[in-house]
Each structure stands twice: as structure tokens, then as C-alpha cells.
């Protein structure tokens, strides 16, 4: 088995790296594998932005936490990720992930926008030029140091 991140003590990786073409992906598997473990502290799997990985891709998180649970590497998990559900181009995996890299906040969303601001002013960060990764960077950084 692979070893885990504890995320007790450190971050997990940053949204912007990729696996397979995937953001979030690598910060994901961290996750995963650290919930697995009982080390994932204040970080969760399967939230709101895991989800968005497995609703573009169609598979549901139990399925990835089994298939995680296995031992697999990094690049086996990329590549069972882009085998399941919905068939995806490169290109495709590309866009979407430009997207959260690039545009993507809770700035406008109502459900998250008033969180989001929250946070972001926490931070001191302009909630309308703060993408969710730079957030979740920034978050991490303030935690760890790091």
C-alpha cells in the first residue's frame, strides 16, 4: 500500500497539478488516501470539488475510493479515471481543466457566494478576482505555512 499523506501535518497536493490531464485529480487521490488512513484531519473526500472531477467524468466517489484502496499509483488511478465513465477526448480533459485552473469561483454562485466572500476576506483576498484554486492554495498556505 501506498504511503498517505497526513494531512494533519501538511497539505495535500495543489489543485493546479495534474494526473492523467486531470486537475484536482492529484489533490483527490491525497484525500482519498489520507481519509483511507484516518489522516485527513480537516480535509475532505469527496466534497463539492471532488465532485466536480467525478461529475465530469461520471463515476462516483465510493468507486474511486475502492479503486484508491487498492494500492494503486498515482498514474494506475489517472488512468483508471479516464477508462471509467463517461469517455472524455484529451482535449476535452483539457478544457475542463483550463477551467477550474483559469475562471473557475464560488464568487457568483449562490449557494457558495456568501462562504466564498467569507473566506476569501479571511484570507485577504479579492473574492471577485480569486479562482477556487487560488483560494484553496491560499487556504493551504495559511494552514501550513507552506
Not at 16 to 32: N, Q, S, V
Not at 95 to 113: G, I, L, Q, V
Amino acid at each position: 500500500m501506498l504511503q498517505s499523506k497526513d494531512l494533519t501535518k501538511e497539505a495535500p497536493r495543489s489543485p493546479y497539478e495534474t494526473i492523467a490531464g486531470f486537475a484536482i485529480l492529484p489533490r483527490a487521490i491525497d484525500k482519498c488516501r489520507a481519509f483511507i488512513a484516518g489522516t485527513n484531519g480537516e480535509y475532505n473526500f469527496h466534497c463539492a470539488v471532488d465532485k466536480k472531477l467525478f461529475d465530469f467524468k461520471g463515476i462516483d466517489g465510493e468507486s474511486f475510493k475502492e479503486f484508491v484502496a487498492t494500492g494503486a499509483t498515482d498514474e494506475e488511478i489517472g488512468e483508471w479515471v479516464k477508462s471509467q465513465g463517461f469517455p472524455k477526448t484529451d482535449d476535452e480533459i483539457k478544457e475542463w481543466s483550463d477551467h477550474f485552473r483559469e475562471d473557475f469561483s464560488y464568487s457568483t454562485d449562490p449557494a457558495k457566494k456568501d462562504w466564498f466572500h467569507g473566506e476569501c476576506q479571511r484570507l485577504g483576498l479579492d473574492p471577485m478576482k480569486t479562482t477556487l484554486f487560488d483560494f484553496l492554495e491560499a487556504d493551504d498556505k495559511a494552514t501550513f505555512g507552506k
